[in-house]
C-alpha cells in the first residue's frame, strides 16, 4: 500500500514536471475587458437586445473595474420588441478567463450551486414593469447577498457574466427566456 502511494505520488510529480506552473500564468485580458465592460447578446432574435451598460459608482461616478463588494448603479440602455414584462426571474452563471494546463487561455466555469438561478428580477433590480420600446434604466445594484460567491473570486481578473432574463408575468407558465447577454468585465 505505501508503495502504491509513493508510486502515485512520483507520478503525480512527473506530470507536473511536464506542464510546467509558467503555464497557469494569467492571461491577458479580452476584448478590452481591463478598460471596459464588453458585453454582447447570446442571439439576434431575443425579446430584449441591450446596446449600453455603464457602471457608475453610488455618486454617478465612472466606475471600472467593478467592485463587487460596494454598491454601484448600472445603467442600461435596451428595447423590449415584446410585450411589456411585470415580473422576471434571472440565473446568472460566472467564468473566469485563465490558462489550462496547455497554457492556452478559455473561459472556465466557476461553480456557483444554484446561488445565482431564479434571482427576482424585478425585486432585486427595481425595474418593473419593462415597457415595450426604448428603455433607459438606472439600476442601484448591491450584491452583499451573494458575498458567498464573491468572496470566492479573485480581484483584478477578467470574468465574463453569462445573465439569462425569464418572463414569469401572471398567468406565464412557459417562462421563455426572453432576453441573453454575456457580459464580460474586470473586478476589483
Given at each position: 500500500?505505501?508503495?502504491?502511494?509513493?508510486?502515485?505520488?512520483?507520478?503525480l510529480a512527473s506530470s507536473l514536471h511536464a506542464f510546467p506552473v509558467e503555464n497557469l500564468a494569467d492571461c491577458p485580458f479580452p476584448n478590452g475587458t481591463d478598460k471596459a465592460i464588453h458585453s454582447y447578446m447570446c442571439s439576434d432574435n431575443e425579446q430584449f437586445s441591450i446596446t449600453d451598460i455603464q457602471t457608475l459608482d453610488k455618486n454617478g461616478k465612472p466606475f471600472y473595474p467593478i467592485d463587487p463588494r460596494q454598491e454601484f448603479i448600472l445603467n442600461l440602455t435596451t428595447y423590449n420588441h415584446g410585450p411589456q414584462i411585470d415580473d422576471n426571474h434571472v440565473n446568472v452563471k460566472i467564468n473566469q478567463y485563465k490558462a489550462g494546463w496547455s497554457g492556452d487561455c478559455s473561459w472556465t466555469s466557476i461553480p456557483t450551486?444554484?446561488?445565482?438561478?431564479?434571482?427576482?428580477g424585478c425585486q432585486f433590480a427595481h425595474n418593473c414593469p419593462l415597457t415595450s420600446g426604448p428603455l433607459f434604466l438606472i439600476l442601484p445594484l448591491d450584491l452583499s447577498q451573494f458575498s458567498a460567491i464573491i468572496n470566492m473570486l479573485a480581484a483584478y481578473k477578467p470574468y465574463e457574466l453569462e445573465i439569462r432574463m425569464f418572463n414569469y408575468n401572471a398567468g406565464n407558465t412557459a417562462?421563455?427566456?426572453i432576453a441573453c447577454v454575456m457580459a464580460q468585465v474586470e473586478l476589483s
Amino acid at each position: 500500500m505505501l508503495s502504491t502511494i509513493f508510486l502515485g505520488t512520483a507520478l503525480l510529480a512527473s506530470s507536473l514536471h511536464a506542464f510546467p506552473v509558467e503555464n497557469l500564468a494569467d492571461c491577458p485580458f479580452p476584448n478590452g475587458t481591463d478598460k471596459a465592460i464588453h458585453s454582447y447578446m447570446c442571439s439576434d432574435n431575443e425579446q430584449f437586445s441591450i446596446t449600453d451598460i455603464q457602471t457608475l459608482d453610488k455618486n454617478g461616478k465612472p466606475f471600472y473595474p467593478i467592485d463587487p463588494r460596494q454598491e454601484f448603479i448600472l445603467n442600461l440602455t435596451t428595447y423590449n420588441h415584446g410585450p411589456q414584462i411585470d415580473d422576471n426571474h434571472v440565473n446568472v452563471k460566472i467564468n473566469q478567463y485563465k490558462a489550462g494546463w496547455s497554457g492556452d487561455c478559455s473561459w472556465t466555469s466557476i461553480p456557483t450551486f444554484g446561488l445565482l438561478n431564479g434571482i427576482d428580477g424585478c425585486q432585486f433590480a427595481h425595474n418593473c414593469p419593462l415597457t415595450s420600446g426604448p428603455l433607459f434604466l438606472i439600476l442601484p445594484l448591491d450584491l452583499s447577498q451573494f458575498s458567498a460567491i464573491i468572496n470566492m473570486l479573485a480581484a483584478y481578473k477578467p470574468y465574463e457574466l453569462e445573465i439569462r432574463m425569464f418572463n414569469y408575468n401572471a398567468g406565464n407558465t412557459a417562462h421563455e427566456e426572453i432576453a441573453c447577454v454575456m457580459a464580460q468585465v474586470e473586478l476589483s
